[in-house]
């Protein structure tokens, strides 16, 4: 049975609806689903009624930045009591810390004569604030473009490039991410339930044995082992750290969005599909 349980909307960084994006995944033949929106549940609703109405079982899910002692790394959170006014808070929390920080960055590229609107910039989120669309907001400038072009020597700048020159650059600072302590994650789920399973761990090498048993101690449940950020070395290792610890493995595309620019290959799915039954343990999580 294909499953995908990591996916984006509108409500975070994706580019289309909870029902778009429910529609794009019947046609692709996926049974069970998580919308998987960085800190906010804004488009769970829209989209277990758009996954019900084609016959894709929906799960509840999340991504959440987070920490632990120094160590940054991003949790999928699945099952959970969706309308606990805890969840709600602490992701508030993060929303406005995270804006703070958008707003900080915005200052400054208004500082440096790019043309930005900030108030309407930001007003246009109403829940998580994506870099990628900000992004696309400063490009939509004709001026902001051309500056970007001749500083950059690039007739056709990428997003990527464009983040790395004028959002990570250490010259200017980095856009600080709204981390949660992994405790008070771990806490709250005791209150509303659900899974707690460590994101795409190889794409910020993660990966560590040592790192893994200490989270599988706090009581972290599971890790996502099929992702288009993993090699299949990763995922080879991956499947022994899983075993060792008893962790569940789960699977998830990461999808954003169509890529464009003519490619062949558009999105993850038409080049890998992602399987229950080579998921241990994964009907924990999808039933």
């Not at 995908?4 to 996926?30: C, N, R, V, W």
């Not at 488009?43 to 084609?54: M, N, T």
């Not at 981390?179 to 806490?187: A, H, M, S």
């Not at 899983?242 to 999105?267: C, K, V, W």
Request: some cysteine.
């Amino acid at each position: 049975m294909r499953i995908d349980l990591q996916m984006h909307s509108t409500y975070s960084d994706g580019y289309m609806t909870p029902t778009k994006l429910a529609k794009f995944m019947a046609s692709h033949e996926i049974k069970v689903a998580s919308l998987t929106d960085h800190n906010t549940v804004g488009g769970q609703a829209e989209f277990k009624l758009a996954c019900d109405k084609l016959g894709i079982k929906a799960i509840p899910g999340l991504e959440l930045y987070v920490k632990l002692n120094n160590a940054k790394f991003n949790i999928l959170w699945y099952n959970f009591d969706a309308s606990s006014p805890e969840l709600h808070k602490l992701l508030r929390d993060t929303q406005v810390r995270r804006r703070r920080q958008i707003r900080i960055i915005l200052e400054r590229l208004a500082s440096m004569g790019f043309k930005i609107n900030i108030e309407k910039t930001l007003d246009y989120f109403n829940h998580y604030v994506p870099i990628n669309k900000i992004v696309d907001a400063l490009v939509e400038e004709p001026a902001n473009l051309r500056k970007i072009k001749k500083e950059l020597n690039l007739k056709n700048p990428t997003e990527g490039q464009i983040i790395k020159e004028y959002i990570n650059n250490p010259s200017y600072g980095f856009l600080i991410n709204s981390y949660v302590n992994i405790e008070r994650v771990l806490k709250l789920r005791k209150l509303i339930g659900g899974q707690l399973v460590v994101c795409h761990p190889g794409k910020h090498n993660r990966t560590k044995r040592e790192f893994m048993a200490k989270l599988r101690k706090l009581g972290i449940e599971g890790l996502e082992l099929l992702s288009p950020h993993h090699s299949l070395s990763i995922v080879m290792h991956l499947q022994r750290v899983a075993r060792e610890f008893d962790f569940i493995e789960t699977g998830g595309s990461d999808f954003h969005r169509l890529e464009g620019d003519n490619m062949p290959l558009q999105y993850s799915w038409e080049y890998y599909h992602i399987k229950s039954r080579h998921l241990r343990g994964i009907k924990k999580i999808i039933g």
